[in-house]
T-cell receptor, first 114, second 112 residues
Framework: DQQVKQNSPSLSVQEGRISILNCDYT??????FLWYKKYPAEGPTFLIS?????DKNEDGRFTVFLNKSAKHLSLHIVPSQPGDSAVYFC?????????????FGQGTTLQVKP | DAGVTQSPTHLIKTRGQQVTLRCSPK?????VSWYQQALGQGPQFIFQ???????QRGNFPDRFSGHQFPNYSSELNVNALLLGDSALYLC???????????FGPGTRLTVL
């Protein structure tokens, strides 16, 4: 039962262009969403989050969009840099439970070409 | 300010053996969650410890158990190891389980 899905295993973009990573979820109880970045031999690093009361959140080059009716979120990276090349995971949780259990997608490998 | 630390980095065991993995949370954090990441997959939630008790558990068998100490550090124990237990085991810490979780570098477990 894959409640959080990242249907694109990989994405390749040119340096300076926009990277768009997508994530779909099935559980309507999810109300807090996060994006993590992971380099080889390191643990996931938190990037940006959004709660269900918002539809957009920005932090520098990173913007996350949430479409609750479509149960879809996306991460935009503008402009993309070679150092952004990594595996990106979206994750979801239910805030009221206050347990912080995160449900992760399978990940998308982003390659930014110089 | 030390982040989340895990030990050991790598571990090789044989089927049927038992293993203990360790985690120290980020300073100021009191909640520790454990995740298993199989190759090519996203991390899967094993369980979470808060106030030295298991607060929530994912879909993992009883062979997986844990402990949290008064200093908030935690251990993950796996008994009767199977080949399928080979994975990267990640520890994440947070304050009361709320908000973003900070992950350690993980322990790579290989079961032969």
């Amino acid at each position: 039962d894959q409640q959080v899905k990242q249907n694109s295993p990989s994405l390749s973009v040119q340096e300076g262009r926009i990277s768009i990573l997508n994530c779909d979820y099935t559980n309507s109880m999810f109300d807090y969403f996060l994006w993590y970045k992971k380099y080889p031999a390191e643990g996931p690093t938190f990037l940006i989050s959004i709660s269900s009361i918002k539809d957009k959140n920005e932090d520098g080059r990173f913007t996350v969009f949430l479409n609750k009716s479509a149960k879809h979120l996306s991460l935009h990276i503008v402009p993309s840099q070679p150092g952004d090349s990594a595996v990106y995971f979206c994750a979801a949780s239910v805030i009221p439970s206050n347990t912080g259990k995160l449900i992760f997608g399978q990940g998308t490998t982003l390659q930014v070409k110089p | 300010d030390a982040g989340v630390t895990q030990s050991p980095t790598h571990l090789i065991k044989t089927r049927g053996q038992q293993v203990t993995l360790r985690c120290s949370p980020k300073s100021g954090h009191d909640t520790v969650s454990w995740y298993q990441q199989a190759l090519g997959q996203g991390p899967q939630f094993i369980f979470q410890y808060y106030e030295e008790e298991e607060r929530q558990r994912g879909n993992f068998p009883d062979r997986f158990s844990g402990h949290q100490f008064p200093n908030y550090s935690s251990e993950l124990n796996v008994n009767a190891l199977l080949l399928g237990d080979s994975a990267l085991y990640l520890c994440a810490s947070s304050f009361r389980g709320i908000g973003e979780q900070f992950f350690g570098p993980g322990t790579r477990l290989t079961v032969l």
